[in-house]
């Protein structure tokens, strides 16, 4: 009986410890997940914002001058002298090399000489008192040679002006193809000349933009001269009336103003034409936007939190995206850190140059 007693006490004793134990076991798991530290992930925000926002379609071109020229020589002789360099800048009607013209000058000055014989003769007959003694035939005959001398007279100065050889208009010399001395023959080449102050861009655009593009539209051009926000504005010239059947494209004629001389022809450009301008949109950074089987969202802040929105987009223009649904002018998006985030994810908001180094 005693026996009994003592191990139903044993039991008991050893049952409570247990239940102490566990109790003990409980208490410091709840106090662990009390200490364990909770991990923010950082992120950089940023206001949407209103702005204008435009369309454009974009491509590439390169630079032509419309107008540029090759100089040839319209006679055969020895180069005298040359005025001008390759690099030179010039005028219209400035002399750029002069080709011997004695043979030429001697024509021209026989030629003279002969008008004013025959001039001289015709007067004099003019003047007799007898003209009845004067055939009306001499006359006539020596009128025709009068005529025919003056001619042959204008050609030889033709020939002598010609031996200059003259800017047809302002421009820059970008080739010269002979030296003091050579032997020039008729209609070699002598330089190449072109005017910088406008240049072309050719474009081929989709029969389908023909509906979005009018004459005098603007266009922006950019080259490997300027940065990537930098362009240099343009308009329509001229549009093709005529698609090309093989690439379904139509030819637009760029226009650029380049009186400074920045761009040079033969340049390689990226042309923006401007479609259409959105006022006071809704606009964010293009890096915030989330896409996930091609459907875009964004994160923005409530209290700790991310929060996923999906948004519909409108214009891109720049690095920036116009937000047609999904996003008030009030709200504040995840511009850096979006990546990593989820929707409810615990999140601290920091400074721009703080998310670098909390990284």
Do not use: W
């Not at 003592?6 to 247990?18: E, H, M």
């Not at 308009?235 to 226009?255: A, D, M, Y």
């Not at 890096?287 to 964004?298: E, W």
Request: with cysteine; proline share 3%.
């Amino acid at each position: 009986m005693f026996n009994q007693k003592l191990a139903k006490l044993f039991a008991i004793i050893c049952f409570s410890s247990v239940v102490a134990a566990c109790s003990q076991s409980n208490a410091d798991q709840a106090n662990k997940e009390k200490e364990k530290p909770v991990y923010k992930i950082p992120v950089e925000t940023q206001p949407v914002r209103v702005s204008d926002i435009s369309s454009f379609y974009a491509t590439t071109a390169s630079l032509d001058a419309p107008l540029e020229a090759t100089l040839v020589s319209r006679l055969a002789g020895m180069v005298e002298t040359l005025h001008i360099e390759e690099g030179d800048r010039v005028t219209k009607g400035q002399l750029l090399a002069t080709v011997d013209a004695k043979r030429l000058r001697f024509d021209l000055e026989r030629a003279q000489a002969e008008v004013m014989v025959i001039e001289q003769e015709l007067n004099r007959l003019k003047k007799m008192d007898n003209q009845e003694y004067i055939s009306r035939d001499q006359l006539a005959k020596l009128e025709f040679n009068l005529a025919a001398a003056k001619s042959l007279e204008k050609l030889a100065e033709l020939k002598v002006f010609e031996s200059e050889i003259r800017a047809p208009f302002d421009g820059v010399i970008t080739d010269r193809f002979v030296k003091v001395g050579a032997m020039a023959t008729e209609f070699s080449k002598l330089f190449h000349i072109i005017n910088e102050d406008e240049l072309h861009a050719i474009i081929h655009m989709p029969e389908a933009q023909l509906k979005h593009i009018n004459v005098g539209q603007s266009v922006f051009v950019q080259t490997s001269l300027q940065n990537d926000t930098d362009y240099i504005k343009g308009n329509v010239l001229r549009i093709s009336p005529r698609i090309e059947r093989q690439s379904g494209t139509f030819k637009v004629t760029v226009q650029v103003n380049n009186r400074d001389h920045l761009l040079k022809a033969g340049m390689f450009a990226k042309v923006k034409v401007k479609y259409a301008t959105h006022n006071d949109a809704l606009t964010i950074p293009a890096n915030a936007l989330v896409n996930q089987d091609n459907r875009y969202s964004v994160f923005t802040i409530d209290g700790e939190k991310a929060r996923k929105v999906p948004v519909t987009l409108g214009f891109r223009d720049n690095g920036l995206v116009e937000v047609i649904d999904g996003l008030t002018a009030a709200d504040a998006i995840v511009v850096r850190g979006q990546q990593s985030l989820k929707d409810d994810a615990l999140v601290e908001v920091i400074a721009p140059l703080n998310v670098l180094a909390a990284k």
